[in-house]
C-alpha cells in the first residue's frame, strides 16, 4: 500500500514543476530560499489521504539551479527528491519532477487561461492539460493531469489536479498553494 502511495504522489507530482515552454527558461529568475508549500489530497480506492508538499530552491548558479521536494503524509516525511534544472537549455516541462528511474512519457494535450484563487490571492493563471503514462517505482501508471500556473510566483505552479490509474488502483489527486515565499534572509 505504501508503495502504491508513494508512486501515486510520485507521479502527481511529476508536472508540477512544469511551465509552458519558454525561450527565456523560468527558473533563471528563482532565487535560494524561494518555496511554495501545497495542500495535496489523495484519494487512493477508498483511502483518502492528506499531504503537505514543499518545493524549495536549495543552490542556483549560472548553469544550474536545484529545487528539492518534499512530502508529509500519513506522520511520515517521504525523503526530498532534488531536481537540477539545467539554466543553459530552454526549460522542457516534460521531464519535470520525474523520479530517477521511472520511464514515463508525459504528453502535452491542452491549454488556457484562467483566474485561480489560492494561498489568499488571485492569480492570473495558463493552464495545460497533460498524459502520462509508464512505469514509477515498478508500478504501472496511466494519468490525466491539469497544471495552473502563473508567473506572478518564483516557482509558480498554484494548482494541479489529477487522476489516474495505478497498479490498477484508480487515483484522484489535487494540490494547492497553500504558501510560498523565500526562507532566505
Known amino acids: 500500500m505504501k508503495a502504491r502511495l508513494l508512486a501515486a504522489l510520485l507521479v502527481a507530482l511529476a508536472p508540477v514543476a512544469a511551465r509552458a515552454a519558454e525561450e527565456e527558461n523560468p527558473y533563471k529568475k528563482v532565487k535560494v530560499g524561494e518555496f511554495a508549500t501545497y495542500k495535496m489530497t489523495t484519494k487512493l480506492g477508498a483511502t483518502t489521504v492528506d499531504a503537505t508538499s514543499t518545493q524549495t530552491v536549495t543552490a542556483k548558479d549560472d548553469k544550474e539551479v ?3 521536494m ?4 500519513m506522520g511520515m516525511d517521504f525523503p526530498g527528491q532534488e531536481v537540477k534544472i539545467d539554466l543553459t537549455k530552454p526549460y522542457d516541462p516534460t521531464k519535470a519532477g520525474i523520479p530517477p528511474g521511472a520511464q514515463v512519457k508525459v504528453e502535452k494535450l491542452k491549454d488556457g487561461k484562467e483566474k485561480v484563487k489560492a494561498a489568499g490571492k488571485e492569480y492570473d493563471c495558463k493552464w495545460e492539460t497533460y498524459n502520462v503514462t509508464g512505469k514509477a517505482n515498478g508500478v504501472d501508471i496511466k494519468a490525466e493531469v491539469k497544471v495552473w500556473q502563473s508567473k506572478d510566483l518564483p516557482l509558480q505552479v498554484v494548482k494541479m489536479e489529477s ?7 484508480k487515483v484522484e489527486t489535487t494540490m494547492e498553494l497553500t504558501e510560498t515565499g523565500s526562507k532566505a534572509d
Not at 518534499?70 to 503524509?73: C, E, G, L, Q, S
Open 66 to 68: 536545484t529545487v528539492k
Open 70 to 73: 518534499t512530502i508529509k503524509a
Open 163 to 169: 487522476t489516474a490509474d495505478v497498479a490498477g488502483m
